[in-house]
């Protein structure tokens, strides 16, 4: 169905585990073996990973609704990042379509069943895009302005700045009554095939030796997933107290994780799992 996973992975009866997410969960800047999914899979081969780059909570939920196996499965993981919430959501929550998934817990557009249908789709969509890119400069050009003007915006209030100093994260708001909703529709969606949801956080670099109290959206979702009784791994401690934390990015910027980093994500969510030993 496109996403990042074997070809036979759909084949098996009974799925030990479903992972949900962005592009850290599709594996982005790793070869395909070397993304937590697939080192997950090593352990757990009847593992199917549905992330995809951009996915936010309702993207996901859509995800879920759409391509959940009809056997069961295991465990679920909602592998979170910090720009879900600030970022994806309120973009999600503005389409039409993706609300609908929120609205009605039995809407779907059958996609597994219309495969053929989505892949001249896709095709179509990416010749277009494509053409138009090369033959449009002004999309450059907006672009470069757009981002001109989210700089000056962060250096107006200090965002850098501040951030740089530990001084903030994660200080915007984010809809938390439809995030709450849509986690409860995913964890009871888990639920009746038999599974079990885990929410999985995956720690910005910025966030590391920054204080509790100056991380107001961390605090939020945690809180969200202690109300609806959600199992969180929560891998921003583990990584705080290595020698070098930094280490699992590239650069030791932002971004995605490296090798490394990939690596610690899936062992840790193995000892949580119960499958290997801390």
């Avoid at 979170?80 to 600030?86: I, M, P, Q, R, T």
């Avoid at 001109?148 to 250096?155: F, I």
């Avoid at 670099?205 to 199992?231: H, K, W």
Wanted: charged share 25%.
């Amino acid at each position: 169905y496109g996403f990042n996973n074997p070809d036979n992975v759909c084949d098996y009866e009974k799925h030990q585990l479903i992972a949900l997410g962005d592009s850290f969960t599709q594996g982005f800047c790793v070869r395909a073996e070397d993304n937590f999914v697939a080192l997950i899979r090593e352990k757990l081969p009847r593992t199917i990973n549905l992330g995809v780059g951009s996915n936010g909570p309702l993207a996901s939920l859509a995800v879920l609704r759409e391509y959940l196996p009809d056997s069961s499965v295991e465990n679920v993981l909602y592998n979170y990042y910090e720009n879900d919430l600030v970022k994806d959501l309120p973009r999600e929550l503005n389409d039409s379509l993706l609300r609908r998934y929120l609205d009605s817990s039995v809407f779907s557009q059958k996609l597994k069943s219309n495969q053929g249908e989505v892949d001249d789709l896709l095709i179509a969509v990416h010749k277009s895009e494509f053409s138009y890119l090369q033959s449009s400069i002004s999309i450059k050009n907006e672009k470069i302005w757009n981002r001109l003007r989210y700089s000056a915006k962060r250096v107006f209030f200090l965002s850098n700045l501040r951030e740089a100093m530990g001084l903030v994260f994660g200080e915007s708001v984010f809809p938390r009554g439809e995030t709450l909703a849509i986690f409860r529709e995913m964890r009871e969606l888990v639920k009746s095939n038999g599974g079990k949801l885990w929410f999985v956080y995956l720690p910005h670099v910025r966030e590391i030796g920054l204080s509790e109290e100056n991380n107001s959206v961390r605090r939020e979702i945690l809180s969200i997933m202690e109300e609806l009784d959600v199992p969180v791994i929560d891998l921003l401690p583990t990584f705080m107290q290595l020698d070098e934390p930094l280490s699992n990015w590239p650069f030791k910027r932002p971004g995605h994780f490296n090798e490394l980093g990939y690596r610690r994500v899936a062992r840790q969510i193995l000892i949580r799992l119960g499958i290997e030993k801390d």
